[in-house]
């Protein structure tokens, strides 16, 4: 089966793939219209079994803890298995984990377990705030006085009370308040201190799970009569429409994440709705009046045990104040309430999810989740829909979708919505949708027309990445393959036609575009090369050895390039410099390339972090003699400010020049030459070092491309 699908994930054109999937996805819902008549009497019948549950759960919480949440343990022999680090004393902290506490010694002891995994002791505080429990939480917290700053009250103050306890004694640049009645998941604090790290962001909060797996909250929606929502509630902690950080109305203090600032100018939690509910509504619209953002980051997660601390039941103890606390903050928001929020309504949930719903909708196609630390390509797509993401709503449409979730999960981090190829007439009849890209000649292909089709309103974007056909003639001129000349021939013609039908063309070159120009006259085009983030510089010119290829070796023009150079170039360096290595990287080496390995090159395949290689080897080779677009991994190396010799090809898109930002040669010993000058001559590298850091900062950082990108779709789409 394994076989079967890979043999037509690599042989079936996109247009037969999508046919493909509509026809199962057509084929599921015959399915499910013919047994829905028993299907929804055993849905109904579980949805009795849930009900149940939950009505016994809610009169007597004792039961519902037992029988989905915590097991029989051994509080005792528990703690005794517990050897916690010792509470930080640095003046530096960065974060302060407030956690409240009243009586559920299990349960608190269980929430400080999962915290302690997730913390680096140096640069976080735990601070807990016992409110007079009556339980074993004392003699817990004796246990972790080593480790956990304790504030013990004579009698309950309530959450918002002990919240500002917690924030006054704070040390910490961000305060992160959490329920004692939860179990944080990996990755949970460093989610969300990552996305506050944003200036325009104020705040950051989690995604809540039940015990079972289900989502209790995926950031919460306030109506205009002051009702909260929890959104996502009982769905899929998998469904997609749930896990791309947005920006919401509130986030739950059960964890959120603050700017100590913020919460100091503010007044911390508002007194008024003490002993809780609804102050953590009410401080989320305190962070916006100060013109900041909340952010509802589903990769930060945690089970929450949701009732254990205040119980259920809306009409006695401290869960009564729900109702009359949201009287008070309707009183206090009325005319953000009015102005600026739905009436409720259930059908509109998705579009109340959002801050951003009048935002412009962008929905971009490409062949597969960009994998932007194993080629090229994906960093700039990556970094492209990273710059969308800040003015627009952009849905990621691949072709392919890999079952390793990391790469899509790096895109909802950051405000990315996915979806699958077979729903792409729903999402192009939005009527917010203003513009489509599509990425590469095979997607563009199969798709421009059917986008024509389904909403003829929409712009279409044709991201060529490189010009394909001008690729395929320089390999054949240096190869001689018939093959390549077929496919050149084959995609002069497609990207041709692709362009005519588009309205709006993206290139990566200046080489690229002027041939474009010539083969499509009349068409808008427009540069988006690689974009590059710059880095510090690394080791100085003395401390720094050997040589340094990175590419992926899936692209023809890389393998060809370390071929060329490992039975041409390195034997005539290797004279010069006989303790020279070279490190060879990247994804898909062929036997060819991986039989090169010995303890002079060292061919490591895929390299999760390059960046220790970038700050620490001599020089970057990358002699490449076929290839069209611009060189990703040229514009990294630069970006680090490690020198590059390269030829007239690999230089193209970055107007460099020999001897001034790069060494440039072509023949075999040209190059060995240049590589052997820059090697041993500490001026000229550090001239290169400088001037080709310099290049990328004044032509292709993200703020600098980001001006192209935005500014021809909003150009394009009016």
Known sequence: ???????????????????????????????????????????????TVFNRFRTSSRSDPSRARTAAQLPDFDLALLVAEIQPARASVSAKIQTSIIIPVFNKAGFTLQCLRSVMQEIEPGENEIIVIDNASTDQTEAILAHFANAVRIIRNEDNRGFVDACNQGAAAARGKYLLFLNNDTKVLPGWLDCLVETV??????????????????????????????????????????????????????????????????????????????????????????????????????????????????????????????????????????????????????KRLA?????????????????????????????????????????????????????????????????IETADAVDYRRLLRNENVKTAIVSRPGPAAALIHRIRRANSRVRVVFDMVDTHFVRLEREFDVSGSAHARTEAQCYRKLESRL???????????????????????????????????????????????????????????????????????????????????????????????????????????YVPEVGPFLRERRVFVAPLRFGAGIKGKIGESMSYGLPVVTTMMGAEGFGLVNEHSAMIADTPEDFAAAVARLYSEKDLWQLLAANSQRRIKENFTPDVIAETINGSIKAVSG
Request: net charge positive; charged share 25%; aromatic share 10%.
């Open 1 to 47: 089966m394994r076989r079967l699908k890979k043999f037509l994930q690599e042989n079936l054109s996109v247009s037969s793939k999508l046919f493909l999937r509509g026809l199962i996805a057509t084929s599921g819902k015959i399915v499910v219209r013919i047994v829905t008549p028993p299907r929804a009497l055993a849905s109904r019948a579980q949805q």
């Open 499 to 605: 362009a005519r039908a588009s309205d709006l063309v993206w290139c990566a070159s200046a080489e690229d575009k002027e041939v474009m120009e010539k083969e499509v006259p009349g068409s808008r085009i427009e540069i988006v090369s690689t974009i590059h983030e710059l880095h510090d510089c690394g080791k100085p010119f003395a401390d720094r050895q050997d040589l340094l290829f990175i590419g992926n070796f899936a692209h023809r023009p890389n393998a060809d390039a370390i071929l060329f150079f490992m039975r041409e170039v390195y034997p005539r360096i290797r004279q010069a410099f006989p303790s020279m290595r070279l490190d060879i990287i990247g994804d898909n080496p062929s036997p060819e390339i991986i039989a090169y390995n010995s303890d002079e090159v060292r061919v490591r395949g």
């Open 351 to 415: 579009e109340a999810s959002t801050r951003n719903r009048d935002w412009p909708r962008i929905i971009v196609f490409d062949e597969r989740i960009p994998t932007p630390d194993r080629d090229a390509g994906s960093l700039r797509m990556f970094l492209i829909l990273k710059t969308l993401a800040k003015w627009s709503h952009v849905v990621f449409v691949p072709i392919n979708r890999s079952k390793d979730l990391d790469y899509e999960r790096a895109l909802w981090k950051e405000g």
């Open 197 to 346: 790290a944003d200036p325009a962001i104020g705040a950051a909060g989690s995604m809540f799970l039940y015990p079972h797996g289900s989502i209790q909250e995926a950031g919460s929606i306030v109506w205009q009569n002051g009702e909260a929502h929890h959104y996502g509630w009982g769905g899929s902690a998998d469904d997609r429409r749930f896990n791309f950080a947005r920006e919401v109305d509130y986030c739950s203090a059960a964890s959120l994440l603050i700017k100590k600032e913020l919460f100091d100018h503010l007044g911390g939690f508002d007194h008024r709705f003490a002993p809780g509910y609804y102050e953590d509504v009410d401080l989320c619209f305190g962070v916006r009046s100060l013109g900041y953002k909340v952010i509802f980051q589903p990769m930060s997660r945690l089970i929450h045990y949701e009732g254990v601390t205040a119980g259920t039941d809306t009409t006695k103890g401290t869960k009564q104040f729900q109702v009359v606390n949201q009287k008070k903050f309707v009183e206090k928001w009325r005319n953000v309430l009015q102005r600026e929020h739905l009436p409720k309504n259930l």
